[in-house]
């Protein structure tokens, strides 16, 4: 596989990862479920790509772009993470507003009544 | 019983009720486009229904409560200080890249080069006149390189200086006018919806150039503390901060630069306390990152160290060679000169001795044993240096140059990159203030578990991106 090809292939998994960049813009819980899906694509793509890196190995155009990549996989994490721990925080507001604090002063649990949830 | 007029009255109240309930609705539709504006939303609190002891139920207006959520609220201020931070640093790091030119075609590294070139051509030619004549040339050159990098650092600190008081000045008006609001309110304007937006909309204006906390009092007025410990308004009273230039206790360099302070409206130093945001920026720009190469009170700075080593070592050698071997011998003199009563002032007065004649420059090392062209062969060697004398730190004169550049062109890589994360993490931020208005919180506590369940899936796969990515450019780096 030529250089180009590999910065070619490299672009679009950026593109995908800029993509779900923008639905963690949206930090749904829906959001995500499809943010999911494209990260999935990313990942494999990127898996597939590896055994032909060595033919853009020296390439600097290809460096640049895998430098870029990086950039992105780095802005998807970082709005991830601020979303996470916006969604935790508020979670323990609610349970101080809602029903005050446990014995060793941690938020008490959020009540979230008449609804189950099964994992598996 | 319940008497008629009992009903009355609790009819009477629900009016009221509902009728506050459309004056918070006809906000709503009338500031949707407002800047800063969040829907309200008005609590109906159910009275007590016991007939029996005349208590006749219905329902009253609770105290208006804007469905504005101050913890989302703060998130967004939280991510644009930071976004603030980075803007600032890719302005001033980008101003700085400008007088650090690595390409070698400009500059110190283009003079330096010239003149290591020229003390190789003098050393094969060690007697040639012209070949002394291009080496005075080509210092005087480098001296001129180093002082108009120092003339450009120096309007760097200039600019930096003014940049920290206008913002300071435009932090001070902002609050100035939020403490208008906060009159306003006090006179009984709590409830405008138009004010309270006006409020949200100054306060993520402020909050791009330093980190603040805002709390809404009983009273409807703003409290806005700085790094969440000094006071800018509370009520009608605002405190104002202001900015100035001092020397540190017993300095080891009286004549460094100062340091750049903030000051509280009590006159406390509160520097410290200002790490994010433009002004957070502009501070370690003016206190870290520029005394880094032009000094302050506790150290020389990088370019006035490399200035002067490079001076002395030069002079160092043609001291110590013979510009003829008669009786007595001929020594050589130093080259270049300087400030020497102020180690931060190296670069900025580095120049050639004018009185310095080609004649005058030494080439012979009386050794033993005696060498001809010793001098310049030893002054050629700076470029690839063999012996401590002719490094710093280490490093060769080029390579200690190169590093002084490359720590500003990684900054403001590292500064790009966080702008453009910072401009998407503020966006979210603003999402997510508009998702967290106005949901019951039975609904809420549900997205909450849902997001962490998709977080948990998203996370994982993030990592593995990310270890993917670094094999990728660690194979695409080898050569």
Same mark, same amino acid.
């Given at each position: ?120 | ?7 009355? +009255? ?30 309200? +939303? ?46 600032? $640093? ?12 690595? +390409? ?52 760097? =600190? ?48 402020? +909050? ?105 070592? =030069? ?99 590292? @500064? ?41 899936? $998203? ?19 080898? @050569?």
């Amino acid at each position: 596989m030529a250089a180009a090809d590999v910065v070619q292939r490299l672009v679009a998994v950026r593109s995908e990862v800029d993509q779900a960049c923008e639905l963690l813009i949206s930090a749904s819980p829906k959001a995500l479920d499809s943010c999911t899906h494209i990260l999935e694509t990313a990942g494999s793509r990127l898996a597939e790509l590896q055994p032909q890196l060595p033919e853009g190995a020296g390439n600097s155009t290809a460096q640049q772009e895998a430098r870029r990549l990086r950039g992105a996989v780095a802005r998807a994490n970082s709005l991830l993470e601020n979303a996470f721990s916006f969604y935790v925080n508020w979670r323990r507001l609610l349970g101080s507003l809602s029903a005050g604090y446990t014995e060793r002063g941690d938020p008490a649990p959020a009540p979230c009544q008449g609804r189950i949830c099964l994992e598996g | 019983m319940v008497s008629l007029l009992s009903i009355l +009255s609790t009819s009477a109240s629900a009016l009221r009720a509902y009728e506050q309930v459309l004056n918070v609705t006809q906000n709503n539709v009338a500031n949707a486009s407002t800047p800063g504006y969040a829907k309200q +939303s008005q609590q109906l609190c159910a009275l007590p229904g016991d007939p029996e002891m005349g208590a006749t139920g219905g329902v009253k207006a609770g105290v208006i409560q804007s469905a504005r959520d101050q913890y989302a609220e703060q998130n967004v201020w939280r991510q644009t200080v930071l976004l603030g931070q980075a803007g600032q $640093n890719v302005n001033s790091f980008t101003a700085l890249e400008s007088l650090f030119d690595i +390409s070698g075609a400009s500059g110190i590294p283009n003079t330096l080069n010239s003149l290591l070139a020229s003390f190789s051509a003098w050393g094969q030619s060690p007697n040639d006149t012209a070949a002394r004549q291009t080496v005075i040339d080509r210092a005087t050159d480098l001296a001129t390189s180093f002082r108009q990098a120092a003339s450009g650092l120096e309007g760097v =600190v200039k600019d930096t200086n003014q940049q920290l008081q206008q913002t300071v000045d435009q932090v001070n008006n902002l609050v100035g006018q939020l403490q208008g609001y906060n009159a306003q309110i006090l006179r009984g304007d709590r409830n405008d919806a138009g004010l309270e937006a006006q409020v949200y909309s100054t306060l993520e204006q402020l +909050s791009q150039y330093v980190d603040i906390t805002a709390r809404q009092q009983d009273d409807g007025s703003t409290t806005v503390l700085l790094g969440g410990q000094t006071a800018l308004l509370v009520g009608a009273q605002q405190y104002s901060i202001s900015s100035t230039f001092q020397q540190p206790d017993n300095p080891v360099y009286p004549d460094g630069l100062p340091e750049a302070q903030i000051l509280g409206a009590d006159g406390s130093d509160i520097t410290a306390s200002v790490t994010t945001g433009q002004l957070g920026a502009l501070l370690n720009i003016r206190n870290q990152v520029l005394p880094s190469y032009l000094g302050d009170a506790n150290q020389p700075g990088d370019l006035n160290t490399m200035a002067k080593q490079f001076a002395d070592r =030069v002079n160092q050698l043609l001291t110590s060679g013979n510009v003829d071997n008669g009786d007595p011998p001929l020594a050589g003199v130093p080259l270049f000169t300087y400030d020497t009563t102020d180690d931060t002032n190296v670069a900025n007065t580095l120049s050639v001795d004018p009185t310095v004649t080609p004649d005058q420059l030494a080439a012979i090392d009386p050794g033993p044993p005696e060498v001809a062209n010793g001098i310049p062969l030893a002054l050629s060697q700076l470029s690839n240096p063999q012996n401590t004398a002719d490094e710093i730190n280490g490093a060769s004169f080029t390579e200690f140059y190169g590093n002084m550049a490359s720590r500003i062109g990684t900054a403001l890589t590292n @500064a790009t990159s966080q702008q453009t994360v910072q401009q998407s993490a503020v966006a979210q931020a603003q999402n997510l203030r508009k998702q967290s208005s106005g949901v019951d919180l039975d609904a809420e506590a549900m997205v909450v578990v849902e997001f962490e369940r998709a977080y948990q899936a $998203n996370s994982r796969l993030i990592s593995v991106l990310d270890q993917l990515t670094q094999d990728t450019i660690n194979i695409l780096s080898t @050569a």
